[in-house]
């Protein structure tokens, strides 16, 4: 593919953000743009003002902000049958990400229905090599790619996907609490043997993992950094996990335990979930209101994104940014960071629990748990749901004082952001998703309860 002039990659990004802004503006109100905060702080964003970790490593400068490949854009396809990837909403997005610093772009195999690394390729393949960092994941999850063969036909055809002969920053896929899980995808078969001696050759030149897990399978594989030598870990972290434990059976397994583990041994961090699938982009009023108190000139979500940053150990924080309006706020977060002060990390603390009072169902809609092989849309009604629960739109009894308006917020707003036969009416609890759910949670009983309210609402009787 052609190289793009600096001349014509200027004039590309101009253009770009004006197009991109425009279609993004107009789809403000939809379901399909859900994180787009209208307090957004506004101004010039700086394109030589990015904050950069080092990489004790190589020695490498890593933007703090890093690019999640997972939400790339979609576009209906021309023959009307479904959507598909917007390479050129894409190409922009990368441009003007590059153009003000970010050089780390994550992505994966099974990402956006297995092509996000073929359009993230596309897209970086158009400027220099040197001028950002590649990561992205051993994916094998399913048997026919967990054998020798398989795994490392994965491997060679992300390389092929994404138009690079090396691999920067190469994970295992989301590791978890069963270590024999470990064994089975990547040792036992000669896997790790394999991608070892990739990195001793130089074509990988970081290897680490994903972390969903529970405690005792993150100790294991701490334990295993002496025999693999982790070079970064990635692992959920945000202010409302740093304290909040991901194990019940585990009090103290929290983002923070997973940070200072992997601190202790020097092991560089990547943030997944900064925003939680974007709950902390979305606070209730409650906490909204504080925030923009202490600080009016900036979004709800770069508090939650400054609190990852803040620590010195973080290299990279991701975040899926499907639209410029996303992306345009980040920038703001990261060109230059302000680490937060004592005082903001504890103030986040206490929103952190001001927003555990709501019955919010953790979901971070990662996708992981999609295709429902009954067609719902899993992530869509739990987002719904949570929506209303922030917005204080969910009761407990008809005669609430605002029952009426509360009962057409729900029911009207559920019927316009997932189609009836997607709804959680459609579930029959087959239990196939609960296995592919980094947040553990339980899927059927979740879609029973709300299904149940819902159905509660429509024939007005007390519950």
């Given amino acids: 593919m052609e190289k793009i002039n600096r001349r014509t990659f200027i004039k590309n990004i ?26 957004s702080a506004l101004g010039e964003i700086p394109t030589d003002q990015m904050t950069y970790r080092t990489n004790p490593k190589t020695g490498e400068k890593v933007s703090i902000l890093g690019y999640g490949c997972m939400r790339w854009p ?20 990368v441009d003007c990400a590059l153009e003000h610093g970010v050089n780390y772009f994550d992505t994966a195999p099974v990402y956006c229905q297995g092509q996000s690394e073929k359009a993230t390729g596309i897209a970086l393949a158009r400027h220099p090599r040197d001028s950002y960092f590649i990561a992205t994941k051993l994916s094998n999850f399913s048997p026919d790619t967990q054998t020798y063969e398989g795994s490392v036909g994965m491997y060679k055809n992300s390389l092929k996907e994404l138009q690079t002969d090396y691999i920067d920053y190469l994970l295992l896929h989301a590791l978890g609490g069963n270590i024999g899980d470990f064994y089975h995808r990547f040792v036992d078969n000669g896997v790790m043997e394999f991608l070892m001696k990739e990195r001793e050759a130089g074509r990988i030149r970081n290897l680490g993992f994903s972390f969903h897990g529970g405690k005792d399978g993150f100790d294991k594989l701490m334990e295993l950094h002496e025999t693999y030598h982790w070079d970064f870990v990635q692992i959920q972290m945000n202010y409302l996990d740093w304290s909040k434990s991901f194990d019940w059976q585990n009090a103290e397994f929290t983002a923070e335990y997973l940070y200072k583990e992997l601190e202790k041994r020097n092991i560089p961090v990547v943030i997944m979930e900064p925003l939680l699938g974007g709950r902390l982009a979305k606070v209730n009023e409650h906490v909204a209101g504080q925030l923009k108190q202490a600080e009016p000139e900036r979004s709800i979500a770069s508090w939650a994104f400054r609190f990852c940053g803040t620590w010195p150990g973080v290299l990279t924080v991701l975040s899926g940014m499907t639209y410029m309006e996303h992306l345009e706020d980040n920038l703001r977060s990261f060109c230059p960071l302000k680490p937060l002060t004592e005082d903001e990390v504890a103030m986040l603390g206490r929103m952190a629990q001001e927003i555990l009072k709501y019955p919010n169902i953790p979901c971070t809609a990662c996708q992981y748990c999609m295709p429902c092989p009954y067609g719902l849309d899993i992530p869509g009604i739990f987002a719904h749901y949570n929506k209303c629960v922030n917005e204080g ?71």
């Fill in 393 to 463: 739109n969910m009761l407990v009894s008809s005669a609430d004082e605002n029952y009426r308006k509360a009962r057409r917020a729900f029911l009207v707003g559920y019927d316009r952001s997932v189609p009836r036969l997607r709804q959680a009416d459609h579930c029959i609890r087959c239990g196939r998703c609960l296995e592919h759910c980094p947040q553990h949670i339980n899927i059927p009983e979740q879609m029973d309860k709300i299904n149940q309210y819902a159905e509660t609402l429509k024939q007005e009787l007390e519950f």
């Fill in 74 to 93: 979609m576009k209906p396809k021309e023959d009307g049958e479904g959507e598909e990837l917007d390479q050129e909403q894409i190409n922009r997005l």
């Fill in 14 to 39: 101009g253009a770009g953000t004006a197009v991109v802004g425009a279609a993004a503006l107009a789809g403000c109100e939809g379901k399909n743009n859900p994180l787009v905060d209208s307090t």
